[in-house]
């Protein structure tokens, strides 16, 4: 017998099994049983949100020979053909590989003809966004005047992709997120019904990984289910999905808060070497912070080991939550980029050790300084710095900076004075994120203090 994945075997065939999306499932049904049902619908919203599912539930429910308060009966002659993708009154077509003016052109010629054995001929087309601009025009025509008999379901998860003319003329349902909550009841129906023994805990972990997408949540708890016929414990969640032990979360924000970026440095690549994937360790880390937080408030808001939450309140005398609370958003910031990034580990650890900076950024502490002792920073600033980028192991760095000069300014800023035209190749490398905190490192580590630097003559 071949393997069924999970989340096919558990697609939901009646509107009551789509989770978490009830503020559509209960319109449609209402218009079927008023028996008032649109020609043109769009179902937009995050991947594996139910807009397949829901699609194929409305064409078997409007085709239906005995319909039951608005759901499928999924047993007469009509259902039992569409779940087995043999009714030809249901057209299942996917727009990303069928994008072209051709195969909309034979839906038009399609659609005159009355249904075979329903009662509506009903199109899915998914991907819609994929269509090619003839391919939407082509649709428009039809939409504009759709046969009585025709039902147009599109689907798409960019639907700010589609022609207003298009939007213009669908019903359109948005498919949200699907909460934490929703996701652990699914799976947990599913693992009494498929006979997998979880532990609760772990159940949420998946759901927390899942980002809202159910299929994605259904096929972590398959590939954990496949591992062993043992119980899938939290510990093994943890271990299968990389989230990092308390450790690993006390440590970074002990080094995070106390602006420490040189370890903060090693600790994210010890993170990486590990094997652990910044973009989950990283929401982990936020969620740890918020838990921090939350113990300045009431220690029992939190679920810790008593070891654990002896630490955390070490951790809240050198901190107060107002720097915690800044870190959070900081790291969020980073959080939001990195979803978005083709490189999430450089983003990471560049952010992270921004971090250290941003944070302590103190004027009066650097006017201070300047006055004091301006004049004996600035007689070997330059070799210091110079010598420690090479030291750091900054040898192509130290090459481009030979010839210009570090000097504290009375701003209070360390000016790096270029004595000549920049080579364009150079200066592309000055400009990057990573150079600015390598220098800045460099002069914080020759001076002993945090101070803002700043580029003369560049050109
Ligand atoms: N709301 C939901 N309730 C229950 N199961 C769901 C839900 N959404 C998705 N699933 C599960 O995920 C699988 C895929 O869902 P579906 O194909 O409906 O998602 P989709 O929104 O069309 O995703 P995509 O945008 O990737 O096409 C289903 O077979 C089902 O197992
Ligand atoms: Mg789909
Ligand atoms: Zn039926």
Same mark, same amino acid.
């Given at each position: 017998m071949?393997?069924?994945?999970?989340?096919?075997?558990?697609?939901?065939?009646?509107?009551?099994?789509v989770?978490?999306?009830?503020?559509?499932?209960?319109?449609?049904?209402?218009?079927?049983?008023?028996?008032?049902?649109?020609?043109?619908?769009?179902?937009?919203?995050?991947?594996?949100?139910g807009?397949t599912?829901?699609?194929?539930?409305l064409?078997?429910?409007?085709?239906?020979?005995?319909?039951?308060?608005?759901?499928?009966?999924?047993?007469?002659?009509?259902?039992?053909?569409a779940l087995?993708?043999?009714l030809?009154?249901?057209?299942?077509?996917?727009?990303a590989?069928?994008?072209?003016?051709d195969?909309?052109?034979d839906?038009r010629?399609e659609?005159?003809?009355i249904?075979?054995?329903?009662?509506?001929?009903?199109?899915?087309?998914?991907?819609?966004?994929?269509?090619?601009?003839?391919?939407?025009?082509?649709?428009?025509?039809?939409?504009?005047?759709?046969?009585?008999?025709?039902?147009?379901?599109?689907?798409t998860?960019?639907?700010?992709?589609?022609?207003e003319?298009?939007?213009?003329?669908?019903?359109?349902f948005?498919?949200?997120?699907?909460?934490?909550?929703?996701?652990?009841?699914r +799976?947990?129906? =599913?693992? $009494?019904?498929?006979?997998i023994?979880? *532990? %609760?805990?772990?159940?949420? #972990?998946?759901?927390?990984?899942?980002?809202?997408?159910?299929?994605?949540?259904?096929?972590?708890?398959?590939?954990?289910?496949q591992?062993?016929?043992?119980?899938?414990?939290e510990?093994?969640?943890?271990?299968?999905?990389?989230?990092?032990?308390?450790?690993?979360?006390?440590?970074?924000?002990?080094?995070?808060?106390k602006?420490?970026?040189?370890?903060?440095?090693q600790?994210?690549?010890?993170?990486?070497?590990?094997g652990?994937?910044?973009?989950v360790?990283?929401?982990?880390?936020?969620?740890?912070?918020?838990d921090?937080? +939350?113990?300045s =408030?009431d $220690?029992?808001?939190v679920?810790y080991? *008593? %070891?654990?939450?002896?630490a #955390?309140?070490?951790?809240l005398?050198?901190?107060?939550?107002?720097?915690?609370?800044?870190?959070?958003?900081s790291?969020s910031?980073?959080?939001?980029?990195?979803?978005w990034?083709?490189?999430?580990?450089?983003?990471?650890e560049?952010?992270l050790i921004?971090?250290?900076?941003?944070?302590?950024?103190?004027?009066?502490?650097?006017?201070?300084?300047?006055t004091?002792?301006?004049?004996?920073?600035?007689?070997?600033?330059?070799?210091?710095?110079?010598?420690?980028?090479?030291?750091?192991?900054?040898?192509?760095?130290?090459?481009? +900076?030979?010839?210009?000069?570090?000097e504290?300014?009375?701003?209070?800023?360390?000016?790096?004075i270029?004595?000549g035209?920049?080579?364009?190749?150079?200066?592309?490398?000055?400009?990057?994120?990573?150079t600015?905190i390598a220098i800045?490192?460099?002069?914080?580590?020759?001076?002993?203090?945090?101070v803002?630097?700043k580029?003369?003559?560049?050109?």
């Amino acid at each position: 017998m071949s393997y069924i994945a999970l989340y096919r075997k558990y697609r939901p065939q009646k509107f009551a099994d789509v989770v978490g999306q009830e503020h559509i499932t209960k319109i449609l049904k209402n218009q079927i049983k008023a028996q008032k049902v649109g020609h043109a619908y769009l179902f937009s919203g995050g991947r594996g949100s139910g807009k397949t599912s829901t699609a194929k539930i409305l064409a078997r429910a409007v085709n239906c020979l005995n319909p039951i308060d608005g759901e499928p009966c999924n047993e007469c002659e009509i259902c039992k053909e569409a779940l087995s993708g043999n009714l030809v009154d249901i057209v299942e077509m996917d727009a990303a590989s069928n994008n072209g003016v051709d195969n909309i052109r034979d839906i038009r010629e399609e659609v005159e003809f009355i249904p075979t054995s329903g009662k509506f001929r009903v199109y899915i087309i998914d991907e819609v966004h994929m269509l090619s601009t003839g391919a939407f025009n082509a649709l428009l025509k039809t939409l504009e005047e759709p046969p009585a008999h025709v039902i147009f379901i599109l689907a798409t998860t960019e639907p700010q992709k589609l022609p207003e003319t298009i939007l213009s003329r669908c019903l359109r349902f948005d498919f949200g997120r699907i909460s934490i909550d929703n996701i652990v009841k699914r +799976l947990r129906f =599913i693992c $009494e019904d498929a006979n997998i023994q979880i *532990e %609760d805990g772990a159940l949420r #972990i998946i759901a927390r990984m899942a980002d809202g997408a159910m299929r994605d949540a259904i096929s972590i708890l398959d590939r954990c289910s496949q591992e062993s016929d043992e119980i899938i414990t939290e510990e093994r969640i943890r271990e299968l999905s990389g989230i990092p032990k308390f450790e690993l979360l006390y440590e970074m924000a002990t080094l995070l808060l106390k602006k420490d970026e040189k370890n903060v440095l090693q600790y994210c690549n010890k993170i990486l070497a590990d094997g652990k994937d910044p973009k989950v360790y990283l929401p982990e880390l936020i969620k740890f912070l918020r838990d921090v937080a +939350l113990v300045s =408030i009431d $220690e029992n808001l939190v679920s810790y080991s *008593e %070891d654990e939450k002896k630490a #955390i309140k070490e951790l809240l005398n050198e901190s107060n939550r107002r720097t915690i609370l800044q870190l959070i958003t900081s790291l969020s910031d980073i959080e939001n980029k990195m979803r978005w990034a083709s490189d999430p580990t450089i983003l990471f650890e560049t952010g992270l050790i921004k971090l250290c900076f941003d944070m302590t950024e103190t004027p009066a502490a650097t006017s201070e300084l300047v006055t004091k002792n301006a004049k004996e920073i600035n007689s070997n600033l330059t070799n210091k710095v110079l010598t420690i980028l090479k030291e750091n192991g900054k040898i192509r760095l130290h090459a481009d +900076l030979i010839s210009a000069k570090f000097e504290l300014q009375e701003d209070g800023i360390v000016h790096i004075i270029f004595s000549g035209p920049i080579q364009m190749v150079s200066k592309e490398n000055f400009q990057k994120d990573e150079t600015k905190i390598a220098i800045k490192s460099a002069v914080k580590q020759a001076i002993g203090k945090e101070v803002s630097v700043k580029y003369d003559n560049f050109k």
